[in-house]
C-alpha cells in the first residue's frame, strides 16, 4: 500500500557556483510538483529548538534548510522517514496528509518554507490522535 510518505523526497534545486557566492534559483511550475502561494521562514531558532508538530489537509509544502541545518521527520501515521536538511540547494518535498516535526536546529539556521496554499488554521491537524485516525480511515 503506498501512502503519502513514499511522495516525500529530497529535490536537488538549480545551482549557480561562483566565487562571489553561490545561487540557487526555484521557479514555480519548474521545480516543484505545485503553484506557490506562500513563502514563509524560520529564523532566530534557538540550537536545539524544535518546531512543527503538525500535518496539513490539503498543503503541499518545499522545505530548505536555507542556513544552517536541522532534522524532518515525516509521519503517515503508520511509518517515519527521517531526513536531514544542511545543505540550500535541497529541499523536502511534503505532499499532504503527512506528519512533520523539524527538530534540532542548528543555531542561526533559517527554514525557508515553499507552500502551495495561503495560511489556514482550518487545514491543520493540531492532535496526533486526529492525523491518525483521519489517515487511518481512509485505508
Ligand atoms: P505553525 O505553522 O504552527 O508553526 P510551526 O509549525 O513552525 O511551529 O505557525 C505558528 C504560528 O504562526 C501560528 O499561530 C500560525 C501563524 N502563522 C501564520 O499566521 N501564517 C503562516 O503562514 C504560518 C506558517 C504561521
Keep these: 500500500m503506498t501512502t503519502p ?14 566565487p562571489r557566492g553561490n545561487l540557487t534559483f526555484i521557479e514555480g511550475g ?13 529564523y532566530d531558532v534557538p540550537g536545539g529548538e524544535s518546531r512543527g508538530g503538525h500535518a496539513h489537509r490539503e498543503l503541499e509544502q518545499l522545505i530548505i534548510a536555507a542556513s544552517g541545518s536541522f532534522e ?3 509521519d503517515d501515521g503508520i511509518r517515519r522517514k527521517n531526513f536531514f536538511l544542511n545543505r540550500s540547494y535541497y529541499g523536502l518535498y511534503v505532499p499532504q496528509r503527512v506528519w512533520r516535526e523539524l527538530e ?11 507552500a502551495s496554499q495561503h495560511y489556514d488554521e482550518a487545514d491543520y ?6 492525523f491518525q485516525q483521519a489517515v487511518r480511515g481512509e485505508g
Excluded at 30 to 42: C, D, G, S, T
Design 5 to 18: 510518505l513514499d511522495q516525500a523526497r529530497i529535490v536537488e534545486l538549480p545551482r549557480i557556483q561562483d
Design 30 to 42: 519548474q521545480h516543484l510538483p505545485f503553484e506557490i502561494r506562500r513563502v514563509y521562514y524560520l
Design 72 to 74: 524532518v521527520v515525516l
Design 104 to 114: 534540532n536546529f542548528s543555531s542561526g539556521s533559517v527554514c525557508l518554507v515553499l
Design 125 to 130: 491537524f493540531r492532535q496526533y490522535d486526529e
